[in-house]
């Protein structure tokens, strides 16, 4: 947790690898990353400093002076309570810094850095069926998956004042502040790398569309060549199962539910907003982040460069009806709790249209364009499309 800790929740940093050799050197984070951290120094020095004439109901002015760091040194402090609410970014476990989504993104590059050099690892093992090339693109998808889950928590988000001392809390100082909207867009666009990988699941036309398909050379035990294909199939179904898993997060009404109550707080002018030091917002960042906006970017990246044929193989076609099943049962869980998930509702009504839409055009220009298979996936997503905007008429 990167705010601080309680006795429960240390802020010992764990070991992490680097996006590149150079930042395994030069960055604080990486080369530290097995020190314990600065609160953690100084909870261990109030709790362990020896003083003969100490009283047990008064503090004692030598600890209170160690007390009193917390506030020159600028630390802060957050507990398992704080991390429990999902809603503040930097009382978040599991996270090394200060600015998540940069983090996120270094994890993304980590990830990649693995499948680049994949191909230094062609040892099979004969008992598992697997080989050293696989098991490390497997753990290159799951660096990615928990890389997007990370970026996606500051959505929402609101970061709390957990300074120890702060008795000048005014207007301009608010002890809740909304992450910046441009600071979530940013985490969208994480999420959107991840959605939009081509790397396994390509398309006809991508450059990656051979690769999982290469024979990589294994030496068995004896010194033999033999060759062994990667297993695309399991690549295939483990990707749809991580974008399963981080649409299901994303998508938690709850947490959509605080992406529109932390946009309520955005609309006021005179509201101020967190981001990380040194971050600045691109040109042109976005001024409100809604429930609207956050379901288009996930639908736009589930269709992400779709064309009539380019996607028509089956996977993809998986993917994109398992965000229309999660949308059909979203749209459900609010019906069932309209007072509480109405807006959700609005929003998700007003997505599926859309997608209604857009499909029903492309398949009526495309006319013989696709083939049979294909059209039967268009009919399908139509068909559980429709069951949302007409559940009676269904």
């Known amino acids: 947790m990167n705010t601080g800790s309680s006795s429960s929740v240390m802020d010992y940093v764990g070991p992490v690898i680097a996006p590149t050799p150079l930042k395994q050197k030069s960055t604080l984070v990486f080369p530290d990353g097995h020190t314990v951290g600065a609160y953690d120094r100084l909870a261990i020095e109030y709790g362990y400093t020896s003083i003969d004439d100490e009283k ?10 160690i007390a009193d760091k917390l506030k020159t040194s600028n630390l802060v402090f957050a507990t398992d309570d704080d991390a429990s609410f999902n809603t503040d970014p930097l009382a978040r476990r599991y996270d090394m810094t200060d600015d998540p989504i940069s983090y996120a993104q270094d994890r993304i590059l980590v990830s990649e850095r693995m499948r680049a050099n994949v191909d230094k690892y062609s040892k099979w093992y004969p008992n598992d069926g ?38 000048d809390v005014t207007e301009s100082n608010s002890i809740v502040k909304p992450v910046h909207p441009g600071y979530q867009e940013q985490a969208l666009s994480v999420m959107r790398s991840f959605l939009e990988d081509e790397y396994w699941m390509p398309s006809s036309t991508s450059v990656n569309n051979m690769f999982l398909d290469q024979h990589v050379m294994y030496l068995n035990p004896y010194g033999l060549g033999m060759e062994y294909g990667l297993d695309v199939s399991l690549f295939y179904k ?4 991580s974008i399963n898993t981080l649409l299901l997060s994303v998508t938690d009404p709850n947490k959509l539910i605080r992406i529109h109550q932390t946009n309520m707080m955005l609309l006021r002018k005179e509201i101020i907003t967190w981001s990380p030091n040194q971050w600045t917002p691109k ?40 965000w229309v099943a999660r949308l059909s049962t979203l749209y459900e869980e609010c019906i069932a709790k309209p007072s509480a998930y109405f807006q959700v509702q609005i929003d998700v009504l007003t ?4 997608m209604t839409r857009n499909l029903t055009s492309a398949y009526h220009e495309n ?28």
Not at 56 to 65: A, L, W
């Open 351 to 354: 997505i599926v249209k859309e």
């Open 367 to 394: 006319g013989d364009g696709g083939t049979n298979e294909m059209y039967s996936f268009v009919n399908t997503t139509l068909k559980n499309l429709d069951k949302i905007i007409n559940p009676v008429h269904n």
């Open 238 to 241: 483990q990707y749809e199962q």
């Open 56 to 65: 047990p109901t008064e503090q004692h002015s030598t600890v209170r002076s």
């Open 130 to 167: 697997s080989s050293a090339s696989s098991l490390l693109l497997m753990s290159a998808l799951r660096v990615q998956l928990r890389a997007a889950e990370n970026a996606a928590y500051p959505l929402g988000g609101r970061v709390l004042d957990h300074h120890y001392y702060n008795s």
């Open 283 to 322: 040109m042109g960042a976005a001024k409100t982040m809604s429930i609207e906006d956050v379901l288009r970017t996930l639908s736009d990246s589930i269709w992400y460069g779709w064309s009539y044929n380019k996607w028509s193989s089956r996977s993809r076609w998986t993917i994109i009806n398992n």
